[in-house]
């Protein structure tokens, strides 16, 4: 791969944005979060061009974007912004669940998960609802197979769940607050599906809202 990997993270109140460079093995990478709440979407435009210094826009490869789940507002932010940035620069466009950029950096991370364990992820959500998804690590490289797809369900269905799961697992309770340390995750989940050969359009980027923004 040539050119740079650029990945956008803004489903909490902290914005994440990551950058690497293309390597014949492993890709440099660096990173940086900031806390900006609601004023996300009128920032948001000065702190990518002052994160892409010295690069520019034209010497990317490709773009990835957290879709989900999170905040509702934040959420759409990235992946419009996201979504205009590939269709105008013909870049391919990795939406990610946000959970499987958790997932995959606690993973990474954490030297007591067990290399064959699958991966069970928690989020709180809103009334009372837990964000779930179960991944399996895969058994060619560094990514996740997902076994169970991000759903908001309740407590007692998600216990019902893992306790009927015939597989060992780990359970990852994650913070809202953490979620945009992942956004170097997400680009090297992204960076694996490139190597890959895979060329997602901006149009097939689509949210993970899991529940609606008005009960």
Do not use: N
């Not at 990997?5 to 902290?14: I, K, S, V, W, Y």
């Not at 944005?17 to 890709?27: C, D, F, T």
């Not at 940035?85 to 990610?96: D, H, S, V």
Request: charged share 15%.
């Amino acid at each position: 791969m040539t050119g740079y990997g650029f990945a956008l993270h803004t489903t909490t109140a902290h914005l994440g944005l990551a950058m690497s460079q293309g390597a014949v093995s492993e890709p440099s990478s660096r990173s940086e979060t900031w806390l900006l709440g609601r004023s996300l979407s009128s920032e948001l435009h000065g702190y990518l061009k002052g994160f892409m210094a010295p690069q520019g826009w034209k010497d990317l490869a490709f773009l990835a974007v957290a879709k989900g789940p999170g905040s509702f507002t934040g959420t759409r932010i990235g992946l419009v912004t996201a979504r205009t940035l590939a269709q105008q620069l013909e870049l391919p466009l990795f939406a990610l669940s946000s959970l499987e950029a958790i997932a995959h950096q606690m993973r990474q991370q954490d030297a007591q998960i067990p290399s064959d364990c699958d991966l069970a992820v928690q989020l709180m959500a809103s009334r009372g609802q837990l964000f779930t998804a179960i991944y399996k690590p895969a058994k060619e490289g560094r990514g996740l197979t997902t076994l169970v797809t991000d759903t908001a369900r309740s407590f007692e269905d998600w216990t019902s769940l893992l306790d009927q799961w015939r597989s060992p697992y780990y359970l990852i309770k994650a913070q809202e607050d953490d979620l945009a340390q992942s956004v170097t995750s997400l680009l090297d989940l992204a960076w694996q599906d490139y190597q890959a050969g895979q060329r997602p359009s901006w149009s097939q980027a689509l949210p993970f809202y899991g529940q609606h923004p008005v009960h």
